[in-house]
């Protein structure tokens, strides 16, 4: 057991405290536990920290700005290239009325490219002496392309702009450098386009040899082939005999039409139709005589009716019946004889315009079929000569625009030495350099304070724990044993002040000390809202809290308020209380446990304090740790009856059995913490140990409070300030 109580727990170094909150006049209430950190905290510790954030930023400043005034100056020059996007190709010809630039954005990167290229940076490289050099320093050509280290190609945004930058320690370099590449770029893309141009005519030429050729050979053929025809121009004598054929064709038709109609009438005469007759030309004759001879007739009837046959009458009438009968009949037999030379005229005119068409025909077929390889070899004439033609012109143009030395891109504005470096920017690197180290100062200080799981102040006690902070006990400078009358006494321990020294801080002394006792007893023992508490375990999570201190303290401030008070030093394995009331060990709790003895037995009073008694833990402390816990009940029933109060000084709660023990026989359990030191987990278990018996924790007692660690501790200066007051008025 009592190497637990000796193995203090590993304890995170002290940071930063929490905001700052007002003078405790009573328990607090216990707060969420997300409940976050005020703004005011965060300000408090970087106001506490001033000192330290204000020499890292100026130490980190004054080393940026002795950085930058070592570092050597860089100098830059910028060489600006115009694009004209609307420039023409060539100069004559079909490109020249065409932009040479159809996409910028794509023309532009592939100059970017172009100006980074070994052809445009080699010369460049030679001529100043920016090649890569050996171990011996001597320059020699790379194997691969050369590169200028310093040199970049930017393109403005919404620009037609290409910018040549290049970086140097002289600015005079820089300047020429980059003018020497902006250079070196036009002059390559001059070249370049001056060799396409005479590779191009000189392919353009041999082409051109082939191509006379064969528009010599074509035109031969063509020359051959009309001698052969024995005309000049077969198609115009194709034309005229087409006209020819569509005439005899029209002849033709007319001819054969009037055959069908004048044989129809023939075959009408023959077989003795009147009506074939009648559509002849000498159908109106016929007419005409058919009329008389029914004239004739009817005049002959009525002559039959009034005379005889012997009757001069009769006979005239029969007479001239019969001429006219005649020469009717004679006319249509001339008509029928009429018909048939007609249709034999016509007959034979027909066969004539059918053989003279035919004949046409077959000539004209036959110059058509020649007309055509005709077209063929006239059509390949003329192609080869359109094409020998056109390559000859597309050389001259070529040859032309060779010498053109037009470009879309132009030097805008040249290089010049720069009389400021780009490199190092001292202005703005150490202020980046204040900057930077401002916030890595400001962060590691807010980092610490989150880290940090020490106990550091009220608020954060009641905010992590869940529990109630009673008192703050300042660290005092040197804390003189609690059984000396002098810390009895307000304000008898602040020295006066002494000209030309610091005036002692008040917080720091005895008396600071003695009134925050005072205050965390009537914290704990004028409370109204429970029963009256008779008996009071203090104790702490792990050793080495200064509970035993307090607990000396707070029996002397119970004590000076005249109520009978007991203390009673239950610490058997590391007592401490004789020691700071100057009392001999020789018997105590010890031998009230082993030898059945009783407290009056072993009391101790105190010089000067009448209602104080103390009960040390006695010689054979070790060999009776085990059994105190037990008998601890009977003991605080016999000593509630005599006195008013009854303080326990215990062992640590964590890895001790005693104590445990203890708080479940007493009223109520005060737990001391060491501010900055003790961790929050330990407490935690302390505090998790006594909820888990149904204990009744009274509150937190942070010790050792010092005034950087908490604002809430800023209290105590008031009270200096008036006891100062007070002892000047005296």
Known sequence: MSSVYNNKP?????????????????????????ELLPMQHYMWLLRRAWWKIALFVVTCTALTAVACFLMTPVYEATVRLAVDSKVPASVIGQDSATPNISDVEEFLTTEIDLLQSDAVL???AKAYHLLPRDKKGKEFLPAGSVTLPGLTITHPASSLLLKITYRSKDPRKAADVANAVA?????????????????????????????????DKSAEALTTYQRQLGVIDPEQQTSILSARVAQLNSEYTEAENDRIR??????????GNASAIDISTQAEQLTRLQQQMQDAEQAMAIVQTHYGPNNANYKVAANTLAEVTREYQAARDNTGRRIQTDFAQADTREKMLAATLAAAKAQSDALSLKSLEYQQLKRDADANKTLYNELFQKIKEAGINSGFQNSSIRIADEARPQNAPVFPKKGIFIFIGFFLSGVIAVAATLLSDMMDKSVRDPEQARRSLQVEVLGILPDVLQLKPAGRQLLLKSGSDVPAPVAGKQPLDWSRTQDAYTEAIRTMRSLVLLERTREKLRSVQVTSAVAGEGKSTCTAHLAIAHA???????????????????????????????DVIMDGRSLADVLHTIEGIENLHVVTAGA???????????????????????????????????????????????DGVLLITQAGETNQDAVAAAIGTLNRLDVRILGLVLNKVRREMSSTYQHFGVYGQYDERVLNAS
Do not use: W
């Open 10 to 34: 590993r304890i995170l170094p002290a940071s930063a405290p929490p905001s700052q909150i007002a003078h405790y006049t009573g328990p607090q209430a216990a707060a969420e536990p997300d």
């Open 122 to 124: 080699r010369p460049v």
């Open 183 to 215: 250079h070196s770029y036009i002059d390559e893309a001059m070249d370049m386009r001056l060799h396409s141009s005479m590779n191009l005519s000189g392919f353009m030429a041999k082409q051109l040899d082939d191509l006379k050729a064969n528009m």
């Open 262 to 271: 004048k044989q129809t009438a023939y075959q009408g005469v023959k077989s």
């Open 560 to 590: 000076m308020q005249g109520r009978k008070t007991l203390l009673i030093d239950a610490d058997l394995r590391r007592p401490s209380q004789h020691n700071h009331f100057s009392l001999p060990n020789e018997e105590g709790l010890a």
């Open 620 to 666: 054979s402390a070790m060999r009776a740790a085990h059994l105190v816990g037990n008998k601890m009940a009977a003991l605080l029933t016999d000593a509630e009856q005599d006195y008013d109060l009854v303080l326990i000084d215990t062992p640590p709660m964590l890895g001790l059995a005693e104590p445990i023990q203890i708080a479940c026989s007493v």
